[in-house]
Nanobody
Framework: QVQVVESGGGLVQPGGSLRLSCAASESIFSFYAMGWYRQAPGKQRELVARLTSRGTSNYADSVKGRFTISRDNAKNTMYLQMNGLNPEDTAVYYC??????????????WGQGTQVTVSS
């Protein structure tokens, strides 16, 4: 069974930094893409960042210049480095991975979510 487990959330003051980790049970080279969503209270789910197997990254406009998505293939782990955090970044963050299934279609696997709270 494919598992995706995330960690690193917590409480941080405005202007602070936090790094989220997302560990996969499969080689992340096998994934077509991996990324991070977040859902803030009263708001729709938002795609924060995405990283393809070829190394192409995409970011939401709201986090460009502050967040960085990366991966460590040897550790089968993806990271989201978050700098310059502000209260608007408060949300539950979910990592995901898109993995090709037997039919060739992609299956999406989700982490359990980790709470990030930015408050003074």
């Amino acid at each position: 069974q494919v598992q995706v487990v995330e960690s690193g959330g917590g409480l941080v003051q405005p202007g602070g930094s936090l790094r989220l980790s997302c560990a996969a049970s499969e080689s992340i080279f096998s994934f077509y893409a991996m990324g991070w969503y977040r859902q803030a209270p009263g708001k729709q789910r938002e795609l924060v960042a995405r990283l393809t197997s070829r190394g192409t990254s995409n970011y939401a406009d709201s986090v460009k210049g502050r967040f960085t998505i990366s991966r460590d293939n040897a550790k089968n782990t993806m990271y989201l480095q978050m700098n310059g955090l502000n209260p608007e970044d408060t949300a539950v963050y979910y990592c995901y991975g898109d993995l090709g299934g037997d039919s060739g279609a992609l299956d999406r696997y989700w982490g359990q979510g980790t709470q990030v709270t930015v408050s003074s």
